[in-house]
C-alpha cells in the first residue's frame, strides 16, 4: 500500500496500528500498578514476594527472546500481534474471574505476569519487524516517533489513572480494563488493510533454517556485524549495564541517601515521561539539523552525561530536587530521541527477513546486561556504600556514546 502524501496522519494502516499501540500501552501501566497491590492488599505478599513478583513480569522475556526472532522472520507478523494481544487479555482476566470465585492466590499472579511479560516480548519483537513493511523506510523516524510519544503519555497518564481506577473500582475489577485494552487493540490490528508480504518458509535458506543456534548466528551476524546497526547494539548494551544500576539504586538512593520523601520522589519519576515526550518530539528535528548519525551521538552524550546530576544532587543542597527533575528531562527525553533514530536505522538498513531475530538477540542481549547490571549494584552497594556505587554506574554509562564514535555513524544523514 503506497504511504499518502499527506504523511503518516493520513495513512488509516498506521493510525490503526498507533491506536491500537495506545490503548495497550495505557492498560499495560494500570495492571503495572494494579497487580503489586492485588498482592499486597488482597494476598498479604511480603517484600520477597513482591520482588518475586517484578522479576518474572520481565525474566520469562529474555527466554522467549532465543525462540522468538525465527517465529517472527518466519511468520507473518500482524497474526502474532493479534494472538499476541489475545493471549495477555485471557491471562489478566484470569485475574478478577479468580478473585470473584474466591480462588485468587499468589501462584497464580506469579504464572500471569511471568506468561504476560512472555506475550509482551514476542509482541514487542514482532510489532518493530512488522513496522517497515507497513508505513515503508522513508517514514520510519516519524512512524517511531509518534509510537514513542504514546508510551510517554501512557507513562505519565497510566499511573495515575491507575490509581484513581483502583481507588474507585478495586484493583481485581480495574484489571478487567486492562484485558479490554488488550482486546481493543486486537480489533484494531485486525482492522488494518494492508496486504503483509508473504513470510519465509520453514527451512528457506535466507531465513537460515529453523534450528534455535542458526537464527542467533544470524541475529548476531546481522545485528554486530553492520557498520551502523552495530555501533548501536554496543552503545544499547553499555547503556543497559549502567541502567541496571539505576534501576537497582535508584529509589533506594533518593528515598535513604537524600532523604526526600515518598511525595518528591514520585514527582521526580513522573517527570521522565514528560522527558520521553518531549525526546519524541525534537527526535525528528535533530535527525533533521544534524544529520541521523550526528543526533544519535549528541542525543546519547548528552542524555548519558546529564545521569552525572543523580550523585551530584547530594551535594547541592536547596537544588537537588531540581537537579533530579532535569536529570529526568534531559536522560528520558534524549534516551528517546536517541532511540527513534537507532531503531529507524535498523529497521531500515537490514533486510526484512532478518530483522526479527536482529530485534530478538538485542532484546536477550539488553535484558541480560540489566539483569547483570542490577545484581552487581546491589553487590558493590554492600561493599562500596550507596553513593560510591551510583558515580559508578554513572560513569560507566559514558562508555555509551564512545561507541558510537565511527566514522559510518558520523557521516549517516538520513534513515
Known amino acids: 500500500m503506497p504511504l499518502p502524501r499527506d504523511g503518516l496522519w493520513q495513512h488509516p494502516d498506521f493510525l490503526r496500528l498507533w491506536a491500537a499501540q495506545a490503548v495497550s500501552a495505557l ?10 497491590i492485588i498482592a499486597i492488599v488482597s494476598l498479604g505478599a511480603d517484600a520477597a514476594g513482591v520482588a518475586l513478583l517484578a522479576a518474572l513480569s520481565t525474566a520469562p522475556g529474555l527466554v522467549v527472546g532465543l525462540f522468538a526472532g525465527g517465529l517472527v522472520d518466519r511468520s507473518r507478523k500482524r497474526p502474532l ?9 485471557a491471562l489478566i482476566l484470569s485475574v478478577p474471574v479468580a478473585a470473584w470465585a474466591g480462588g485468587l492466590s499468589l501462584v497464580q499472579l506469579y504464572v500471569v505476569s511471568a506468561l504476560v511479560g512472555m506475550a509482551t516480548s514476542l509482541f ?3 510489532d518493530n519487524a512488522y513496522l517497515p513493511s507497513l508505513v515503508g523506510q522513508d517514514h520510519l523516524v516519524e512512524a517511531n516517533a509518534k509510537l514513542e510519544a504514546t508510551e510517554a503519555a501512557a507513562e505519565i497518564a497510566g499511573p495515575g489513572a491507575a490509581g484513581i481506577l483502583i481507588q474507585l473500582l478495586t484493583a481485581p475489577v ?3 480494563a486492562d484485558a479490554l485494552s488488550y482486546l481493543g487493540s486486537a480489533a484494531l490490528l485486525g482492522r488494518i488493510r494492508a496486504a503483509e508480504a508473504p513470510a519465509l518458509p520453514e527451512g528457506d535458506a535466507a531465513a537460515g533454517g529453523a534450528s534455535l543456534l542458526e537464527d542467533l548466528r544470524v541475529g548476531l551476524r546481522h545485528g554486530f556485524g553492520h557498520p551502523v546497526v552495530g555501533p548501536t ?12 544500576f539505576f534501576f537497582a539504586l535508584y529509589m533506594l538512593y533518593l528515598l535513604e541517601h537524600l532523604r526526600l520523601d515518598a511525595a518528591a520522589t514520585g514527582l521526580i519519576i513522573s517527570v521522565g515521561g514528560i522527558g520521553a515526550l518531549g525526546g519524541s518530539v525534537v ?3 535533530l535527525g533533521r539539523r544534524l544529520g541521523a548519525g550526528p543526533a544519535m551521538i549528541l542525543s546519547l552524550a548528552v542524555g548519558q552525561a546529564g545521569s552525572l546530576l543523580i550523585p551530584l544532587a547530594a551535594r547541592l543542597g536547596p537544588l537537588t530536587v531540581p537537579a533530579l527533575v532535569l536529570h529526568q528531562l534531559l536522560g528520558d527525553g534524549l534516551m528517546v530521541a536517541f532511540m527513534i533514530h537507532a531503531v529507524s536505522a535498523r529497521q531500515a538498513m537490514l533486510p526484512l527477513h532478518v ?3 536482529v530485534n530478538a538477540t538485542l532484546h536477550v542481549l539488553t535484558g541480560a546486561l540489566l539483569l547483570l547490571g542490577t545484581l552487581t549494584a546491589g553487590w558493590l552497594a554492600g561493599q562500596l556504600g550507596l553513593e560510591t556505587t551510583v558515580w559508578l554506574g554513572v560513569l560507566g554509562g559514558l562508555a555509551a556514546p564512545l561507541l558510537l564514535l565511527r566514522p559510518a555513524i558520523w557521516r549517516l544523514k538520513a534513515v
Open 27 to 36: 492498560g499495560s501501566r494500570v495492571s503495572r500498578t494494579a497487580l503489586p
Open 124 to 126: 514487542q519483537i514482532a
Open 81 to 89: 500481534l493479534i494472538g499476541a494481544d489475545l493471549a495477555r487479555a
Open 174 to 176: 480495574t484489571m478487567v
Open 283 to 285: 527526535a525528528g528535528w
Open 233 to 244: 547494539f554496543m552503545a544499547l548494551g553499555a547503556q543497559a549495564l549502567s541502567g541496571g
Open 355 to 357: 530483522l526479527g531475530r
